[in-house]
């Protein structure tokens, strides 16, 4: 199984950009997306479709802010919409397919780098939603892709030592996701690539893209039970589609 996510920055900028050409010839399994951008009416109607995927996107209230997508091959069993807490679902920012006992999800965690307001929101969704990922992976597995916006360990930013008080690596950022990881979860990239920093996020100044000057703050987190069933990770950056890069992993499923 081949999964991608990606967040596109906007998935009329995307598609303009080349990106759902560049798909056409991934033939992944299930696609992704995060900060669509786009209510339902906004989506170019060749998307709606795509290539016989079938498509769900979750748009926030608000037009031209936030918004989740999947596009799979397979018809899932049940789509779920949402976490039951209407801050986030305002924000259209958790989608989820479910096969048989498999969950696949893109998700869109807050960024806190706009303000303190902002960073306060994060938190609550961090508070809101760690509770739900102790409990769910014992009946289930999970793969939750998406831009989590949290940059874990120094490895995972090239720049960690200006960043230490920064929105995305602060200290109680990363102690959360330290202890998702504790609880029955894997970073699968660092699972494969243990040395290799990943980065799939580049600030718009200061040529950070050319120079390499990343983030990795997108992930594939899986259940435990899942590990041994991951085959391959790759970062694909040949084009340019957003500021993230999408990251491409193939699964034994």
């Known amino acids: 199984m081949k999964i991608i996510t990606a967040n596109v920055n906007g998935i009329r900028s995307a598609h303009n950009k080349g990106f759902f050409e560049w798909l056409s010839t991934e033939d992944a399994d299930i696609i992704c997306l995060q900060e669509i951008k786009a209510d339902i009416d906004s989506i170019p109607k060749e998307l709606i479709n795509y290539n016989n995927y079938i498509c769900e ?3 926030a209230q608000k037009k031209g ?7 799979a091959r397979t018809k ?7 976490l039951a807490n209407q801050e986030i679902d305002d ?8 096969y048989g006992q498999l969950s696949v999800i893109s998700l869109y965690m807050p960024s806190g780098s706009s303000g303190e307001d902002k960073q306060q929101k994060k938190f609550r ?13 014992l009946d289930r597995d999970y793969i939750i892709t998406g831009d989590w916006n949290i940059a874990h360990n120094e490895i995972d930013l090239k720049n960690w030592k200006g960043n230490l008080k920064n929105s995305g690596f602060l200290p ?4 959360w996701m330290t202890e998702l990881l504790k609880s029955g ?6 699972h494969l690539y243990p040395d290799a920093p990943g980065y799939t996020w580049w600030s718009n100044r200061g040529q950070a893209y050319t120079k390499d000057v990343g983030w990795r703050i997108d992930y594939q987190i899986i259940t435990d039970r899942l590990k041994d069933k991951l085959k ?3 970062i694909y950056k040949d084009q340019k589609f957003s500021d993230h890069a999408p990251l491409i992993m193939e699964y034994d499923l």
């Open 172 to 175: 109680e950022e990363r102690a």
């Open 125 to 137: 969704f961090m508070d809101y939603y760690l509770p739900i990922l102790k409990k769910q992976h």
């Open 232 to 234: 391959s990770a790759q």
């Open 76 to 82: 899932p069993d049940n789509i779920i919409t949402g």
């Open 91 to 98: 924000e259209g920012r958790y989608l989820e397919f479910q």
């Open 57 to 59: 996107f979750y748009p």
């Open 65 to 71: 802010y936030s918004g989740v997508a999947i596009l």
């Open 185 to 190: 979860y894997t970073d699968s990239w660092r």
